[in-house]
């Protein structure tokens, strides 16, 4: 890799990550709850797309999760910190492996990865650390839902149309490494 293109990922992953920390912590304040709740449309999760064309939105996502979780930490402990940041990890890994395979040019199976990655982590993390009476596999697997059915509708819903905006603008070469 090249001093400018070097360059060019960590200044993408840079704003990758403040973006996301921004709005995450701007909705938290116009909105207390929808970006930090069990069900939870957090619309920096929009960025999540990103994976699909640059490889430095994998630690630009991760960075930015961390900083957002680190807001939020009053109200969720460490907790959310590390889970729901190592959930954003591995879903943008994944997105960006699985970023070529396509259903009619939508990359279906890698914008399921947010909501699959965050149901299994903040699943477990609220089933294990903030619901008293011990770890239930049954409820671990509603929390889970819950916390992907907000996931799929950002990705789905606002995700898949910005990453279609992306294709067909100059805005994909910006964001190519």
Known sequence: MTKKHTTIYLVQGAVIAALYAVLTILQNVLIPGSASMAVQFRVSEVLTVLALFTPAAVPGLFVG??????????????????????????????????????????????????????????????????????????????????????????????????AKIIEKTNLKTLLQP
């Open 65 to 162: 999760c961390i900083i957002a979780n680190i807001s939020s930490i009053a109200a969720l402990g460490p907790y959310d910190m590390i889970f729901g940041s190592l959930a954003s990890l591995f879903a943008a890994l994944l997105m960006y492996a699985l970023r070529n395979l396509r259903i009619k040019e939508i990359p279906f199976l890698a914008a399921l990865m947010p909501a699959l990655m965050n149901g299994i982590f903040v699943g477990f993390e609220i089933e294990f650390f903030f619901v008293e009476g011990g770890f239930h596999f049954g409820d671990f697997l509603f929390q889970g839902a819950l916390v992907a059915l907000g996931e799929l509708a950002v990705v789905f819903v606002l995700g898949i149309p910005f």
